[in-house]
T-cell receptor
Framework: DAGVIQSPRHEVTEMGQEVTLRCKPI?????LFWYRQTMMRGLELLIY????????DSGMPEDRFSAKMPNASFSTLKIQPSEPRDSAVYFC??????????FGSGTQLSVL | SQQGEEDPQALSIQEGENATMNCSYK?????LQWYRQNSGRGLVHLIL?????REKHSGRLRVTLDTSKKSSSLLITASRAADTASYFC??????????FGTGTRLKVLA
């Protein structure tokens, strides 16, 4: 198995632009998590899905952030419009039955 | 607010020594997990301990859990330079909403 695949690996954009981060979870996993990591705030849980349904999005910082999981093999995290304070590493993780999390390599987002 | 807090924040030891890091959390849990993160990489799962377990071993790793004190410790024995990384605890708060601690940065000197 290729593991959790995230794209792009790096994203540099200008303030106000729309950013879409993508994640392909491990086949057969039924939980998917989006995290954001910064030096100041550490690892923050943004949202998680179970069987493609959003269960808890209380960590999504603002309405500018949205996440979808149209099917079991794909999820997106969208930021519109982006701001410099959104700069961080965004991780996607998947899990079978909600326990051990398998993380992707992350997307390094820089908003100028 | 974060569920878990690790201490120390940073730890530097010589190769061959043991490394101990601690995690405290705030609410009831079903399980507690430890993860490792190498610089610039994603987190890698190390070990899971359930709330009804007190100690668990995996290779050179030993994890203890004290639910009365809401704390856990991770011991790495006979450390190697390759163990240099950040280590995080994660707790589920009774659901699958995994919250990670602040992490301990471990440096193993060769």
């Amino acid at each position: 198995d290729a593991g959790v695949i995230q794209s792009p690996r790096h994203e540099v954009t200008e303030m106000g632009q729309e950013v879409t981060l993508r994640c392909k979870p491990i086949s057969g996993h039924d939980y998917l998590f989006w995290y954001r990591q910064t030096m100041m705030r550490g690892l923050e849980l943004l949202i998680y899905f179970n069987n493609n349904v959003p269960i808890d999005d209380s960590g999504m910082p603002e309405d500018r952030f949205s996440a979808k999981m149209p099917n079991a093999s794909f999820s997106t995290l969208k930021i519109q419009p982006s701001e410099p304070r959104d700069s961080a590493v965004y991780f996607c993780a998947s899990s079978l039955s909600g326990e051990r999390l398998f993380f992707g390599s992350g997307t390094q987002l820089s908003v100028l | 607010s974060q569920q878990g807090e690790e201490d120390p924040q940073a730890l530097s030891i010589q190769e061959g020594e043991n490394a101990t890091m601690n995690c405290s959390y705030k609410t009831s849990i079903n399980n507690l997990q430890w993860y490792r993160q190498n610089s610039g990489r994603g987190l890698v799962h190390l070990i899971l301990i359930r709330s009804n377990e007190r100690e668990k071993h995996s290779g050179r790793l030993r994890v203890t859990l004290d639910t009365s004190k809401k704390s856990s410790s991770l011991l790495i024995t006979a450390s190697r330079a390759a163990d240099t990384a950040s280590y995080f605890c994660a707790t589920d708060g009774g659901t699958y909403k995994y919250i990670f601690g602040t992490g301990t940065r471990l440096k193993v000197l060769a």
